[in-house]
């Protein structure tokens, strides 16, 4: 927000652009006769992996056009890899992405995450309605002034919940700054 409270895109003139990367990851889950369709190849509209993963890298290229204020990026690499789990019975989508320039890639990499979840979704959805997506987060950025990050593993004890280190506010609730009048 400018001074004013107005939206405005963040200026990035002066920053040197530098090589940045983002890692993804997203979950789905549905019954395990629904993941074995997946596995197989047999769901009800087609190869869904490969669909999905292709979705995923689609939406990564067009992450400006669907995140208000993201700079469009030229992405330099897009993978994005959907790994099925049979034990949880879920579909691990992670997604990567690389640019040169002079702001990050964790929007894209995100957006490819969810955009996939949603597709590996409509495409199962006559099957079982009862997937879910769940865990859309950023694991790792690398580059730019803050460097290197990477997500802490979840600690068993917390029964494999993800450390917030310094969080103060209470998951749900909704912060937001006023505008100045």
């Given at each position: 927000m400018d001074r004013l409270g107005r939206p405005r895109m963040v200026d990035v003139t002066d920053t040197p652009a530098t090589f940045r990367r983002a890692v993804a990851e997203a979950t789905v889950k549905m019954?395990?006769?629904?993941?074995?369709?997946?596995?197989?190849?047999?769901?009800?509209?087609?190869d869904v992996l490969s669909v999905a993963e292709l979705a995923g890298i689609m939406a990564a290229k067009r992450t400006a056009e669907l995140i208000p204020l993201c700079h469009?990026?030229?992405?330099?690499?897009?993978?994005?890899?959907?790994?099925?789990d049979r034990k949880p019975g879920t579909l691990v989508v992670t997604a990567s992405c690389a640019t040169t320039a002079q702001t990050g890639v964790e929007m894209e990499a995100m957006t490819a995450v969810s955009v996939a979840a949603l597709t590996v979704y409509d495409m199962v959805k006559s099957a079982d309605r009862f997937v879910t997506i769940n865990g859309i987060r950023l694991m790792e950025k690398s580059g730019?002034?803050?460097?290197?990050?990477?997500?802490?593993?979840?600690?068993?004890?917390?029964?494999?919940?993800?450390?917030?280190?310094?969080?103060?506010?209470p998951p749900g609730a909704r912060v937001r700054k006023p505008r100045p009048t």
């Amino acid at each position: 927000m400018d001074r004013l409270g107005r939206p405005r895109m963040v200026d990035v003139t002066d920053t040197p652009a530098t090589f940045r990367r983002a890692v993804a990851e997203a979950t789905v889950k549905m019954d395990q006769e629904t993941l074995t369709l997946v596995i197989d190849g047999a769901g009800p509209k087609g190869d869904v992996l490969s669909v999905a993963e292709l979705a995923g890298i689609m939406a990564a290229k067009r992450t400006a056009e669907l995140i208000p204020l993201c700079h469009p990026l030229p992405l330099t690499e897009v993978t994005v890899e959907i790994t099925p789990d049979r034990k949880p019975g879920t579909l691990v989508v992670t997604a990567s992405c690389a640019t040169t320039a002079q702001t990050g890639v964790e929007m894209e990499a995100m957006t490819a995450v969810s955009v996939a979840a949603l597709t590996v979704y409509d495409m199962v959805k006559s099957a079982d309605r009862f997937v879910t997506i769940n865990g859309i987060r950023l694991m790792e950025k690398s580059g730019g002034a803050s460097g290197e990050w990477r997500r802490p593993a979840p600690r068993p004890s917390d029964g494999g919940a993800d450390e917030r280190p310094g969080t103060t506010v209470p998951p749900g609730a909704r912060v937001r700054k006023p505008r100045p009048t």
